[in-house]
C-alpha cells in the first residue's frame, strides 16, 4: 500500500474487530462498568419507570415559572430548569451562550451525556474516545451549518490570522484534482500573507488585522503587512478596488455580514459585488461569523435567502456561541468548488491532513459543549426563534421612544448607541462595541413570548419579577458585572439595584443610584 493510500484509510470509519479480546471490546467493556458504576440507584428507578423523553415531556407541564423567593423549596426549579426564567443579562459574556439550560445533559443527546460524565469522574477514560468524539462533533456541525470545521483554535483571532489563512489556502489548492481555473496563490504572491477587509472590519487581538481594530489595547500590538481597506460605500467601485489588492499580492478578503463594531449590515448589491469580483480575480473570500451565527436568522448569516441566492464564502470564522473557534470550509465556496474537491472522501481527507499537521483536537469539555449546542440548535431551529425573538425585541426599544433607524444590527442580533442604551426605561445589561452597546439574548423559549417578556421584563408589572431576581442573585452571591449603560465593567464595591437589578459606572451615574423603575411602583 502507498504512503498516500495509507493516509487516505485514516478517513475511512474503523470497524471494531469481533476477535474475543480485542481493544474496541475491552473498551465497550469498561465504558459500560463505568456507566454502571455511576449510575445512582434513584437514576436506576427513574430510568426503569419512565422514558426520558416522557419525563421531558412531563417537565414541560408544569404550570409554574415564576422566580421563587431565597427559602422556597420551588427554588430549585431555577437551578434545574433555568431556560424558563428571563434575566436582564443579555451580555452572556460577550455572546458565547445562546441558551441558559445545559448542552451536555441526557435530554439533549445521551451520547454526549456519557462522555461528558466520563470526563468528570475519569477524565483519562474519554481520550480514548476523543477522534469519535471529534467525528460526531464534525458530523453535527457539517449538519447545520452545511460546512466543515477545518481548523479547530482558541480564539477567533487565532484563526483570523492571515499567515495561518494564507498557509490554509495552499493547502487546499494542493489537494486540487482539477488544473483549470485554480484559485490563488498563484506562483507571483506565493509565500504573500496580506490580506484586504471590508471597510469597518472589527479586527482581532494581535496582527495585520489588529491595526484598524475596534479595542484600542489591540493596535499596540499591530504588525506585518496592513490591510488593504475596501470600502462598499459605492458598490460600483468595488471590482476596481479589489482587483487592485490582488495586483498588491493579497490573497484573502475578509468580510462580515454585520459589522461587529457598529451593527451595520453589508447590503444585498454589497455582497453581490464582492463575490462577482472575488470569483473574478481569484480571491479569496473569508466570512467572519462569530457574533452572527445563528442569532441573525439563519445558521450563518450569509445564508439569509438576500445572500445566499448569489453564492458563497470559500472559508468561515466561527466562534463564540459556538462554544469552539476556527475556520469552516465551504465546498460550493466561490473559488473553492474551482478545486475539484467533490468526493466525500476526498473532502475528509483534505480536513484530516490540515489537522494532522497543524491543528490539535480541540480539548473533550469544548466539542461536548459545541456538539450539544448544535444539536439543541438543531432540534429547537435557533435560527427561526432569533427571528421572532429580534422582532419582540426591536418592538419593546421602538416603543419606549427610541427610533428604528437608531437600532443596528439584524434579528436578534440588536445593537443600540450608548446614549440610547443608558437611557432605556427598562435597563439590561448588554456587551459593549466601542460607541456601541449589544443585546445577545438566548434561544430559549422564554424569550419567544412578549407577553412574558413585558411581564418579566420590560414593562410596569415586571418590577416584582425583578427584585425576586435581585433576592435570588444575592441567595447566590452573583451580581451583573457590566454596566447597563456604556457596557464597561463595574467594580464589586458597586451594589446592585433592588428593583431594576441592573448596576451602573461612576462615570454613567456618579453619587447614589437613582432607579429608572422607581416612579412605577
Same mark, same amino acid.
Given at each position: 500500500?502507498?504512503?498516500?493510500a495509507k493516509?487516505?484509510?485514516?478517513?475511512?470509519?474503523r470497524?471494531?474487530k469481533?476477535?474475543?479480546?480485542?481493544?474496541?471490546?475491552?473498551?465497550?467493556?469498561?465504558d459500560?462498568q463505568?456507566?454502571?458504576?455511576?449510575e445512582?440507584?434513584?437514576?436506576?428507578?427513574?430510568?426503569?419507570?419512565m422514558?426520558?423523553?416522557?419525563?421531558?415531556?412531563e417537565?414541560?407541564?408544569?404550570?409554574d415559572?415564576?422566580?421563587?423567593?431565597k427559602g422556597?423549596?420551588?427554588?430549585?426549579?431555577?437551578?434545574?430548569?433555568?431556560e424558563?426564567?428571563?434575566?436582564?443579562?443579555?451580555?452572556?459574556?460577550f455572546?458565547?451562550?445562546?441558551?441558559?439550560?445545559?448542552? !451536555?445533559?441526557?435530554?439533549? *443527546?445521551?451520547?454526549? @451525556? =456519557?462522555?461528558?460524565?466520563? /470526563? &468528570?469522574?475519569?477524565?483519562?477514560?474519554?481520550?480514548?474516545?476523543?477522534?469519535?468524539i471529534?467525528?460526531?462533533?464534525?458530523?453535527?456541525?457539517?449538519?447545520?451549518?452545511?460546512?466543515?470545521?477545518?481548523?479547530?483554535?482558541?480564539?477567533?483571532?487565532d484563526a483570523?490570522?492571515?499567515?495561518?489563512?494564507?498557509?490554509?489556502?495552499?493547502?487546499l489548492?494542493?489537494?486540487a484534482?482539477?488544473?483549470?481555473?485554480?484559485?490563488?496563490?498563484?506562483?507571483l504572491?506565493?509565500g504573500?500573507?496580506?490580506?484586504?477587509?471590508?471597510e469597518?472590519?472589527y479586527?482581532?487581538?494581535?496582527?495585520?488585522?489588529?491595526y484598524?481594530?475596534?479595542m484600542?489595547?489591540?493596535?499596540?500590538?499591530?504588525?506585518?503587512?496592513?490591510?488593504?481597506?475596501?470600502?462598499t460605500v459605492?458598490?460600483?467601485?468595488?471590482?476596481i478596488?479589489?482587483r487592485?489588492a490582488?495586483?498588491?499580492?493579497? !490573497?484573502?478578503?475578509?468580510a *462580515?455580514?454585520?459589522? @461587529? =463594531?457598529?451593527?451595520?449590515v /453589508? &447590503?444585498?448589491s454589497?455582497?453581490?459585488?464582492?463575490?462577482?469580483?472575488?470569483?473574478?480575480?481569484?480571491?479569496?473570500?473569508?466570512v467572519?461569523?462569530?457574533?452572527?451565527?445563528?442569532?441573525?436568522g439563519?445558521?450563518f448569516?450569509h445564508?439569509?435567502?438576500?445572500y445566499?441566492?448569489?453564492?458563497?464564502?470559500?472559508?468561515?470564522?466561527?466562534?463564540?456561541?459556538?462554544?469552539?473557534?476556527?475556520?469552516a470550509?465551504?465546498?460550493?465556496?466561490i473559488?473553492i468548488?474551482?478545486?475539484?474537491?467533490?468526493k466525500?472522501?476526498?473532502?475528509?481527507?483534505?480536513?484530516?491532513?490540515?489537522?494532522?499537521?497543524?491543528?490539535?483536537?480541540?480539548?473533550?469539555?469544548?466539542?461536548?459543549?459545541?456538539?450539544?449546542?448544535l444539536?439543541?440548535?438543531?432540534?429547537?431551529?435557533?435560527?427561526?426563534?432569533?427571528r421572532?425573538?429580534?422582532?419582540i425585541?426591536?418592538?419593546v426599544?421602538?416603543?419606549d421612544?427610541?427610533?428604528?433607524?437608531?437600532i443596528?444590527?439584524?434579528?436578534? /442580533?440588536?445593537?443600540?448607541?450608548?446614549?440610547?442604551?443608558?437611557?432605556?426605561s427598562?435597563?439590561?445589561m448588554?456587551?459593549?462595541?466601542?460607541?456601541?452597546?449589544r443585546w445577545?439574548?438566548?434561544?430559549?423559549?422564554?424569550?419567544m413570548?412578549?407577553?412574558?417578556?413585558?411581564?418579566?421584563?420590560?414593562?410596569?408589572?415586571?418590577?416584582?419579577?425583578?427584585?425576586?431576581?435581585w433576592?435570588?442573585?444575592q441567595?447566590?452571591?452573583?451580581?451583573?458585572?457590566?454596566?447597563?449603560?456604556?457596557?464597561?465593567?463595574?467594580d464589586e464595591?458597586?451594589?446592585?439595584?433592588?428593583v431594576?437589578v441592573?448596576?451602573?459606572?461612576?462615570?454613567c451615574?456618579?453619587?447614589?443610584h437613582?432607579?429608572?423603575?422607581a416612579?412605577l411602583q
Amino acid at each position: 500500500m502507498s504512503p498516500l493510500a495509507k493516509r487516505r484509510s485514516k478517513c475511512v470509519p474503523r470497524q471494531h474487530k469481533s476477535s474475543k479480546g480485542s481493544l474496541p471490546i475491552r473498551l465497550a467493556k469498561a465504558d459500560q462498568q463505568l456507566k454502571i458504576q455511576l449510575e445512582t440507584p434513584e437514576d436506576s428507578k427513574n430510568r426503569k419507570r419512565m422514558p426520558y423523553s416522557l419525563r421531558s415531556n412531563e417537565r414541560q407541564t408544569i404550570p409554574d415559572r415564576s422566580l421563587c423567593r431565597k427559602g422556597d423549596p420551588r427554588a430549585t426549579r431555577r437551578e434545574k430548569y433555568p431556560e424558563e426564567f428571563p434575566n436582564p443579562d443579555f451580555h452572556h459574556s460577550f455572546g458565547s451562550f445562546l441558551t441558559q439550560k445545559s448542552p !451536555v445533559v441526557e435530554d439533549v *443527546e445521551s451520547q454526549i @451525556a =456519557r462522555y461528558w460524565q466520563y /470526563l &468528570s469522574q475519569s477524565p483519562t477514560l474519554v481520550q480514548y474516545h476523543i477522534h469519535e468524539i471529534g467525528d460526531r462533533y464534525r458530523d453535527a456541525f457539517r449538519k447545520f451549518f452545511t460546512a466543515d470545521p477545518i481548523s479547530l483554535h482558541g480564539h477567533v483571532s487565532d484563526a483570523s490570522s492571515p499567515p495561518l489563512i494564507a498557509s490554509l489556502i495552499s493547502h487546499l489548492i494542493s489537494h486540487a484534482t482539477t488544473t483549470s481555473k485554480v484559485p490563488p496563490l498563484d506562483r507571483l504572491y506565493r509565500g504573500s500573507t496580506r490580506v484586504a477587509i471590508i471597510e469597518g472590519y472589527y479586527g482581532a487581538g494581535f496582527g495585520p488585522l489588529a491595526y484598524d481594530a475596534v479595542m484600542d489595547i489591540a493596535r499596540p500590538v499591530a504588525n506585518g503587512p496592513r490591510p488593504i481597506i475596501i470600502k462598499t460605500v459605492n458598490a460600483n467601485n468595488i471590482d476596481i478596488q479589489i482587483r487592485a489588492a490582488k495586483s498588491l499580492g493579497c !490573497v484573502a478578503l475578509f468580510a *462580515e455580514i454585520v459589522r @461587529a =463594531r457598529d451593527g451595520r449590515v /453589508l &447590503s444585498e448589491s454589497s455582497w453581490k459585488k464582492i463575490l462577482k469580483a472575488c470569483e473574478k480575480y481569484g480571491m479569496i473570500l473569508v466570512v467572519d461569523e462569530a457574533m452572527t451565527s445563528i442569532r441573525c436568522g439563519a445558521p450563518f448569516a450569509h445564508q439569509l435567502p438576500q445572500y445566499c441566492k448569489h453564492g458563497f464564502p470559500d472559508l468561515i470564522l466561527f466562534g463564540k456561541a459556538v462554544r469552539t473557534n476556527g475556520i469552516a470550509i465551504d465546498w460550493r465556496g466561490i473559488n473553492i468548488k474551482k478545486l475539484g474537491i467533490l468526493k466525500e472522501e476526498d473532502r475528509l481527507f483534505t480536513n484530516l491532513d490540515w489537522q494532522e499537521r497543524v491543528t490539535e483536537m480541540a480539548p473533550a469539555a469544548d466539542l461536548l459543549t459545541s456538539w450539544g449546542t448544535l444539536v439543541l440548535a438543531q432540534r429547537e431551529q435557533w435560527p427561526q426563534r432569533a427571528r421572532q425573538i429580534g422582532h419582540i425585541l426591536r418592538g419593546v426599544i421602538i416603543a419606549d421612544g427610541i427610533k428604528e433607524s437608531h437600532i443596528g444590527g439584524l434579528h436578534s /442580533l440588536v445593537y443600540l448607541r450608548s446614549q440610547d442604551s443608558a437611557r432605556f426605561s427598562f435597563p439590561v445589561m448588554g456587551a459593549k462595541a466601542g460607541k456601541y452597546i449589544r443585546w445577545l439574548p438566548t434561544m430559549d423559549s422564554v424569550m419567544m413570548s412578549e407577553d412574558h417578556l413585558r411581564s418579566k421584563m420590560f414593562g410596569p408589572s415586571s418590577i416584582a419579577y425583578r427584585k425576586a431576581m435581585w433576592t435570588y442573585l444575592q441567595s447566590k452571591n452573583l451580581y451583573l458585572g457590566f454596566c447597563s449603560g456604556c457596557g464597561n465593567p463595574v467594580d464589586e464595591d458597586v451594589r446592585a439595584c433592588e428593583v431594576c437589578v441592573v448596576r451602573k459606572c461612576e462615570d454613567c451615574e456618579a453619587g447614589e443610584h437613582v432607579c429608572p423603575l422607581a416612579a412605577l411602583q
